[in-house]
């Protein structure tokens, strides 16, 4: 169990939140983690990138010249990959690069990420009801006041989107608005500084602790 100080609106400690997480062993941590890396990354490719062979390009059907007597290489087609506007050797076709993890692998590796972010993480009073109005300017000078450095990369971790919240934030360089439901490896290890609120870091031991 871990327990972490919580700051309020002005960056003054205001009590302190608990988290308790089963995480994997200090010897497959690494390993479970990029495996859950690798598979959100590939996950998130398309697979639509295409190319035409020599089969598919268009044209290509009469023989360029004839076979001997000219001195050339012989060539068959004009549509060859070895010929300016021909088909692509190897070139790629539609695909999946959809990779599988178990169920009970991804969760484990979630817990472990999050839990290897402790020392960036900061933990804050809810602060909804102190915007009133989207107010970039405020919310920015609480992350100042948080200890967040300028320039950084920041995760802001909420229990439930607010719709305040979304447009005070999202005009901040190089800020990241999640829920906490929808947590990925792939922000947790990107962002340099996480902020996440109390309630937050309730909804995550209630969703991902087992």
């Known amino acids: 169990m871990v327990d972490c100080v919580v700051k309020d609106w002005q960056g003054q400690e205001s009590g302190t939140a608990s988290l308790d997480l089963k995480v994997a062993s200090e010897a497959t941590a690494a390993h479970i983690v990029h495996r859950a890396l690798t598979r959100q990354l590939a996950n998130s490719r398309q697979g639509t990138a295409s190319t035409k062979t020599r089969a598919e390009v268009s044209g290509g059907g009469r023989k360029p010249w004839r076979q001997k007597g000219t001195g050339r290489a012989r060539a068959g087609s004009s549509r060859s990959p070895l010929w300016r506007g021909g088909g692509v050797t ?104 996480i902020v996440a609120t109390a309630s937050a870091l309730t909804k995550i031991q209630e969703v991902y602790g087992d």
């Open 90 to 193: 190897f070139g790629p076709k539609p695909r999946d690069y959809s990779v599988k993890l178990n169920r009970k692998e991804r969760r484990l590796a979630l817990r472990t990420a999050f839990h290897s972010r402790l020392d960036d993480l900061i933990v804050v009073q809810d602060f909804a009801d102190q915007l009133p109005r989207p107010k970039t300017k405020e919310f920015a000078k609480a992350l100042t006041g948080w200890g967040v450095e300028p320039r950084s990369k920041v995760l802001l971790i909420v229990a439930e989107r607010d719709e305040t919240v979304y447009l005070s934030v999202r005009n901040i360089d190089n800020l990241r608005l999640i829920s906490a439901s929808n947590l990925n490896v792939f922000d947790l290890l990107a962002a340099d500084t």
